[in-house]
């Protein structure tokens, strides 16, 4: 649980949602969205759904390793690109915090088909999961339905 006070603490002190799908931790003074424990599918079209994620918008522009907006790829990124992916059509990025270079290559690929599927799937089917506005309401201390 410690652990956790050091998730709300964070999430309190920038002024974020916390994501959990641990019911024990108590957000009387931070919105949380508690995720259902179930498949990755389901909990994204959840997430979708209450907190309006859109999974195609600006898929790889951020750091795998610490979520920095990622840059261009300059020159001297270019030669730490492996040769049968510089050869690729582009673009290619790299992070200016940890200096790691990403580019297009079938990873992007499947992971772009999945966002794909993700954006159809949340728009098809609905959940039976409580709206966010009752969720962070509960999570206050306030019951279902309160403003």
Same mark, same amino acid.
């Given at each position: 649980?410690?652990?956790?006070?050091?998730?709300?603490? %964070?999430?309190? %002190? !920038?002024?974020?949602?916390?994501?959990?799908?641990?019911?024990?931790?108590?957000?009387?003074?931070?919105?949380? @969205?508690?995720?259902?424990?179930?498949? @990755? !599918?389901?909990?994204?079209?959840? @997430?979708?759904?209450?907190?309006?994620?859109?999974?195609?918008?600006? $898929?790889?522009? %951020?750091?795998?390793?610490?979520?920095?907006?990622?840059? $261009?790829?300059?020159?001297?990124?270019?030669?730490?690109?492996?040769? $049968?992916?510089?050869?690729?059509?582009?673009?290619?990025?790299?992070?200016?915090?940890?200096?790691?270079?990403?580019?297009?290559?079938?990873?992007?690929?499947?992971? %772009?088909?999945?966002?794909?599927?993700?954006?159809?799937?949340?728009?098809?089917?609905?959940?039976?999961?409580?709206?966010?506005? !009752?969720?962070?309401?509960?999570?206050?201390?306030a019951g279902p339905g309160?403003?």
């Amino acid at each position: 649980m410690a652990a956790g006070c050091g998730l709300l603490a %964070r999430a309190r %002190r !920038e002024g974020r949602l916390l994501l959990t799908c641990d019911r024990r931790l108590d957000g009387r003074a931070v919105a949380i @969205l508690h995720l259902p424990m179930a498949p @990755l !599918e389901v909990q994204a079209r959840e @997430l979708a759904r209450q907190a309006r994620v859109d999974w195609c918008r600006a $898929p790889f522009t %951020r750091c795998l390793v610490d979520n920095a907006p990622l840059r $261009p790829a300059d020159a001297g990124d270019m030669r730490r690109v492996p040769e $049968p992916a510089a050869r690729l059509p582009g673009p290619f990025r790299s992070c200016p915090a940890c200096g790691r270079v990403f580019w297009p290559g079938s990873h992007v690929r499947r992971m %772009r088909a999945r966002l794909e599927a993700l954006a159809a799937a949340s728009q098809a089917s609905p959940t039976s999961v409580r709206s966010t506005k !009752e969720q962070v309401a509960t999570t206050q201390g306030a019951g279902p339905g309160a403003a």
